[in-house]
């Protein structure tokens, strides 16, 4: 069953993930936001204007989720301790905003119940600042001194180099020719990953080809070496 909503407005990456979520009543687990993963791509992709201040949180949740739903197709993989990291603050980020919802809906629904306003006896008489006793022009300079000294520091991050990724559906092509001069391989032959990224597009890159109809797979044991062969009518 597939679920879909639409927005008047421009929402965050987190308002559209909370609302997949809602739409298919889910609670806000790793587990959920696993299946909704392939939902949240489409509708990224479905976007027709993309704030480019948004660009890169979009990227930094679409990233997480993959991550989670790579974890639940392969049991065997291990995340580094930032990856855990990123899961838990996603999780924790989005149970803050259901809960935030929850409270505007209520401020919403109390608004105006019991209204306040002006007291008409105090209607003429000005209104003037009363100092606190002590008060300095030298102590209101030191207090905000102090408040400027606690401000955090501005640190410079070092540089760094970002590598190219191949994206899955180039790997799926790649996947493609090397099986043309051979009719099997294993996945651990055919794929050459050097690193856990590498595994994980080459393992969605087979996904995407069984389901085209392109490849056959087979795994005889549990986390044991996955067989693949080309279908041959596939062009």
């Known amino acids: 069953m597939t679920y879909s909503f639409k927005h008047t407005e421009f929402e965050g990456p987190l308002d559209v993930l909370l609302d997949l979520i809602e739409a298919r009543r889910l609670s806000i687990t790793a587990v959920s936001l696993g299946k909704i993963t392939d939902e949240y791509v489409v509708y990224i992709k479905s976007l027709s204007e993309f704030p480019l201040g948004e660009v890169s949180n979009f990227l930094v949740v679409a990233s997480t989720l993959m991550l989670i739903k790579s974890r639940s197709l392969l049991p065997g993989l291990e995340l580094e301790e ?11 980020r989005l149970k ?23 007291r008409e006896a105090l209607k003429g008489y000005e209104f003037g600042f009363i100092e606190p006793k002590g008060v300095t022009a030298d102590s ?20 760094k180099t970002l590598e190219k990724v191949i994206s899955i ?25 050097k690193n856990k990224l590498d595994i994980i597009i080459g393992f969605l890159a087979v996904l995407e080809l069984v389901k085209e109809g392109a490849l056959a797979v087979r795994q005889d044991e549990r986390f044991g070496n996955i067989e693949i062969e080309k279908n041959k009518n596939y062009e």
Request: glycine fraction near 4%; charge should be negative.
């Open 96 to 118: 803050l905003l259901a809960r935030i919802r929850e409270l505007a809906k209520n401020i919403k629904d109390g608004w105006m119940r019991h209204p306040m306003f002006s």
């Open 169 to 193: 559906e180039e790997k799926m092509i790649e996947l493609v020719g090397r099986l043309t001069a051979r009719i099997k391989a294993t996945f651990h032959d055919i794929v050459g990953a």
């Open 140 to 159: 209101l300079f030191k207090s905000l001194e102090n408040l400027v000294k606690s401000f955090p520091k501005v640190t410079e991050l070092p540089e």
């Open 82 to 92: 930032e990856e855990e990291r990123d899961i838990k603050d996603l999780e924790y």
